[in-house]
């Protein structure tokens, strides 16, 4: 089976290439000469290369032209030193080990931001620095493997003070010191209970079902847990099949994104500061706020606006507030000050409330558009169509989005299960034809993709892993992000292969929006520009994919070294980036891929096309 596979594919160069005839020079560089000069129509001028003159590059539609140009632009490389180590790019010091772009505090102080503002993302300050590699810290280890890494990480790994570490104590932010270099999280058999088990059950009951097990049927597959503390109400919910997105703000240290990143659970950074989350309207069937800290009738209920505005019709939003002690009743009277107003909004926002249980409060979002036109006078106004244009980090508004919406359906009549019926698509925009056709395409390069992340590739006589040879992957996969996804296909085909990873499926800000789409199946999803950094953590992700990626940038402003360093930067030492694209866009990716020390081979797909893979791999770097 496995064989068949490789007699498909042939691998025709890496970077580690033995040195070439010089016949073969030559006559490689004459066809290439011919080639520039005699087709100089065919030019097409993607992105400009380093070292290599930008129309030198093809995409021409012959086989032997191609392979031609290939060579000749490996040879141009060679010859540049390119990939031979003059250009590769040094470590940075340590102090940039935890580094996260965009949320500079003093940077941003300096530039007038205040009241808060100052620790919002602020992308638009960055400014051209050293390139260079962001190393892990000296005692970093590979994380142990799923579903082990899930309940003890390595505390090398993630920047946590010894403060943090003792105040942690409430219900979803426990960790134990288990040896010297181990943080343990509680566990489903028990290790270290902590009672998330019996804080999801109630929440179930709350909301009228027998058991957390039900919350699927009951149409809830997404949760966003704001502040999730270290993700274990995430991880429980997980195991019942409910994907839970954990979302925090940045965090020099102790941070709960990286620390749920760091355990395998889907989280990014995101805050209610000032802006809109790049999450389209209408995503999530559940929010869930614990202890968060969020003062939700600051600022003219925005915040809770804005929750509204990505709850899903007949979705619910669940408050844990802090226990009072009894001694604590300035504390109660502040939690009741805080309480009457969000009532008032919760009745604007056409929110019920469904059930109160000791500190938790659940309300339901409406699933009735008819609900708006019998609020009181000026209440919270709906947005005007076009205001919910699905846009990227844009200010926070102080009107109702999605009513308007075709995909306003509630929770409770969706299907169930992450399929999506051929009417649902067509709410979403798309042919089912082409969602099954591109669901096809994925099935058969996932099997393709799986048996290409093994060091035998990179050898000086590539092969793929025969019968005798352990499985692929080698190392921890848990943390895949797809950077360029459409409808989720890579994704829905790592859930049929029973692979134990989640996704997360970046669509890309200015391509067509499938996003919504890709959340109803119950995915994990964002919307980012990838000419700025993505908000996470360094070494969170196992695996980059991304799908014609390149050559989708090519014609943006930004920098594909920066987009390269920034990859490098969210990638665990000895994880895998798998780029598909054109021959030119996957040549340009070689010549990145070198300077920022990832070992790299080109794959040709061999079916014809003038698409290539290139697969690499980050070393760990241990200076
Ligand atoms: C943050 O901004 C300050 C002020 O602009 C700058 O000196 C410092 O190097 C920045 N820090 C990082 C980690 O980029
Ligand atoms: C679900 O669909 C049924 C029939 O289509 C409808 O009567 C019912 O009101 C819907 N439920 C909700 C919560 O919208
Ligand atoms: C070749 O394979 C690639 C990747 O699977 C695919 O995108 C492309 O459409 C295929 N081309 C042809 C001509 O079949």
Not at 133 to 158: A, C, F, H, M, Q
Not at 284 to 309: K, N, Q, S, T
Not at 445 to 474: C, M, Q, V
Not at 590 to 605: K, M, N, P
Request: proline share 5%; charged share 20%.
């Amino acid at each position: 089976m496995r064989r068949s596979w490789f007699n498909k594919l042939h691998i025709i160069l890496g970077i580690r290439r033995p040195s070439l005839s010089w016949l073969f020079v030559c006559f490689v560089s004459l066809i290439a000469l011919i080639l520039v000069l005699g087709s100089s129509r065919n030019v097409v001028d993607p992105v400009p290369l380093r070292g290599v003159p930008a129309s030198l590059i093809y995409t021409s539609h012959g086989r032997v032209k191609e392979q031609a140009a290939v060579d000749y632009l490996e040879l141009r490389a060679v010859e540049k030193g390119v990939s031979g180590g003059q250009g590769e790019l040094g470590l940075c010091g340590k102090e940039r080990e935890n580094f996260v772009p965009c949320y500079n505090v003093s940077a941003n102080l300096l530039a007038g931001f205040k009241d808060g503002h100052e620790f919002d993302r602020h992308c638009e300050l960055l400014v051209e620095q050293e390139r260079c590699l962001v190393r892990p810290p000296k005692e970093y280890k590979i994380p142990l493997r799923w579903p082990t890494g899930r309940d003890i990480i390595w505390s090398g790994n993630v920047k946590i003070t010894k403060n943090q570490f003792l105040s942690s104590g409430s219900m979803t932010k426990r960790l134990m010191l288990l040896e010297d270099n181990q943080f343990a999280f509680q566990s489903e058999d028990g290790l270290i209970y902590d009672g998330v088990k019996d804080y999801s059950h109630q929440i179930a009951e709350m909301i009228g079902l027998g058991s957390d097990t039900e919350f699927p049927q009951a149409g809830v597959r997404t949760i966003l847990d704001i502040n999730c503390g270290f993700g274990s109400f995430g991880a429980h919910l997980l195991s019942l099949k409910v994907m839970a997105v954990c979302i925090a703000a940045y965090e020099a240290t102790g941070s709960q994104v990286q620390l749920s990143l760091e355990r395998g659970l889907p989280a990014m950074l995101g805050n209610f500061i000032a802006r809109q989350l790049p999450y389209p309207s209408l995503s999530y069937d559940m929010v869930h706020c614990a202890e968060c800290g969020i003062i939700w009738d600051e600022e003219d209920g925005m915040f809770l606006i804005e929750i509204d505005r990505v709850l899903q019709p007949g979705g619910y939003f669940v408050l844990t507030l802090p226990t009072v002690r009894p001694h604590e009743s300035s504390l109660r009277l502040k939690k009741r000050n805080m309480l009457m107003p969000i009532e008032e909004l919760t009745e604007q926002l056409c929110w019920t409330i469904l059930a109160q249980q000791d500190e938790t409060f659940i309300w339901q979002k409406t699933a009735d558009v008819d609900c708006y036109a019998f609020r009181k006078k000026n209440s919270i106004p709906l947005c005007k169509e076009g205001d919910n244009a699905e846009a990227y980090y844009q200010p926070l508004v102080s009107c109702i989005s999605g009513t308007s919406s075709k995909r306003w359906i509630a929770i409770q009549n969706r299907s169930s299960g992450s399929e999506l019926s051929s009417d649902e698509l067509r709410t979403n925009g798309v042919q089912p034809e082409d969602y099954f056709e591109d669901l096809e395409v994925w099935r058969s390069a996932l099997k393709n993709y799986w048996s290409l992340l093994t060091p035998l590739i990179f050898s000086d006589h590539p092969k793929r892993p025969g019968d005798e040879d352990p499985l692929p992957p080698f190392n921890m996969l848990r943390n895949v992000m797809d950077m360029s996804s459409k409808y989720g296909g890579l994704n829905t085909a790592l859930l049929e292969e029973k692979k134990s990873v989640w996704v997360m499926n970046v669509v890309p800000a200015k391509a067509s929006n499938s996003l919504p789409l890709i959340l109803d199946r119950g995915f994990v999803g964002v919307m980012h520009d990838w000419c700025e950094p993505f908000p996470t953590y360094p070494r969170t992700y196992d695996l980059l994919h991304a799908n014609g990626l390149l050559s989708h940038l090519a014609s943006e402003r930004c920098s594909m070294i920066n987009l390269f360093l920034e990859m490098d930067r969210i990638l665990r030492p000895e994880g895998w980036v798998i780029l598909s694209d054109n021959v030119g866009a996957i040549e340009m990716a070689r010549t990145l891929a070198a300077q920022v020390s990832w070992e790299a081979r080109l794959i040709d797909l061999q079916n014809g096309s003038d698409q290539r893979l290139l697969v690499c791999q980050k070393p760990f770097l241990k200076k």
